[in-house]
């Protein structure tokens, strides 16, 4: 029976470079509410690897070569975290078309690689495929299942490990679940009042007190996807070992739902009285109080500028995880055989 990717195999510098690139791609989808971490990692032809080496090290396995791997990877995704963090949600209400245009590309890029990795298809890896595709496109048409007012430390880490293995899954990202459970907008806050604190901004020092006071918001949050990301890794490489081509199929099937999930011509507009948003019922008298990054969104006639320029994007991010899934390649296919990954 074959392995799940062993973290001991040789990790070349070129196969590095290629973990830090989908590390900053998994940092910056992990910002965008509709799509994970987990979906870029695995288009980028890293996540095989990543569970692997995640696996081992929540295992408490400490040795060089997975933690080499995971650091190439969770560096970068830390700094494109945080440092975003701060701009994710100005940024999606200005040019939403214009990030989904580039993430759909970069997950249709790594279909192809996927595709490879599921041959000679069986039915169990088309059953999985349609699964995980359902389960995706359930997950992204979903309604909010609890108001932004209800808080404490049990739902805060409840929404962080719960986050967190959406992270590490592909297909809809953790910020959707942070967003549903009414925490995307104070985490991202929380995390940037973190960084103020910490290091100051605009010529300001930094602020104990300040940073002492978010801590507070983001350690339950943290614990929480500390927790997840240990029970998803050991199950994903337990699943990978005994079940790969079923698993693979599952996990290229969240990946197609997710792309769909993407369409760019889409904007958010604002609640109308009747509408529920985020568990709340809008009202004429509070409709105004609801902050845009909340707002339903709607599909748009996009101008013939805006589809070619979408088209471009898509081009551009399928070519990018294309010429990424080919560093530090040695010719296997992804999966319990993937061992460059």
């Known amino acids: 029976m074959e392995r799940a990717p062993s973290a001991d195999a040789r990790t070349s510098p070129l196969v590095l470079l ?9 940092g910056l989808a992990s910002l965008v ?8 990692l695995l288009a980028a032809g890293v996540y095989p690897g990543f569970i692997g080496a995640l696996a081992e090290l929540t295992a408490l396995r400490l040795r060089l070569r997975p933690i080499a791997r995971l650091a190439a990877v969770g560096l970068p995704a830390a700094a494109a975290m945080v ?9 999606l209400e200005a040019r939403r078309w ?4 580039l993430f759909l590309g970069l997950c249709l890029g790594g279909v192809p690689r996927l595709w490879r990795g599921l041959r000679p298809a069986r039915w169990g890896a088309a059953i999985g495929a349609a699964l995980g595709c359902g389960l ?11 108001s932004a007012d209800a808080g404490g430390y049990a739902l805060s880490f409840l929404a962080g490990a719960l986050a967190a293995s959406a992270a590490i899954l592909p297909g809809p990202g953790g910020g959707d679940l942070l967003r549903w459970m009414g925490h995307y907008e104070p985490a991202l806050g929380s995390i940037d009042q973190l960084v103020r604190g910490a ?35 050991q199950l994903l490489r337990w699943l990978l070992a005994r079940f790969e081509k079923p698993t693979l199929g599952a996990l290229t099937g969240l990946l197609l739902g997710a792309a769909v999930g993407l369409w760019p011509f889409q904007q958010p507009t ?16 509070n409709a105004e109080s609801f902050d845009p990054a909340s707002w339903p969104l709607a599909r748009f006639d996009p101008s013939p500028v805006q589809v070619g320029a979408s088209l471009g994007l898509v081009g551009a991010g ?9 560093l530090g390649r040695d010719g296997s296919q992804p999966g319990a055989r993937d061992r460059d990954a």
């Open 199 to 233: 290091v100051g901004r605009g010529g300001s020092g930094p602020d104990l007190a300040l940073a002492l006071d978010a801590l507070r918001a983001v350690a339950p949050l943290g614990i929480g996807a500390a927790a997840g990301v240990v029970g998803v890794s």
């Open 18 to 26: 290629r973990g830090a690139g989908g590390g900053l791609l998994m």
């Open 318 to 326: 399928l070519a990018a995880t294309l010429a990424l899934g080919r």
């Open 83 to 91: 440092l975003l963090a701060g701009t994710a949600v100005g940024l």
């Open 136 to 146: 995706a496109l359930a997950i992204a048409a979903a309604g909010p299942v609890q």
């Open 270 to 285: 604002p609640p109308e009285p009747g509408d529920v948003v985020r568990g709340r019922l809008v009202t004429a008298r």
């Open 33 to 40: 509410p509709g799509i994970s971490g987990g979906t870029l």
């Open 98 to 101: 214009v990030l989904h245009s």
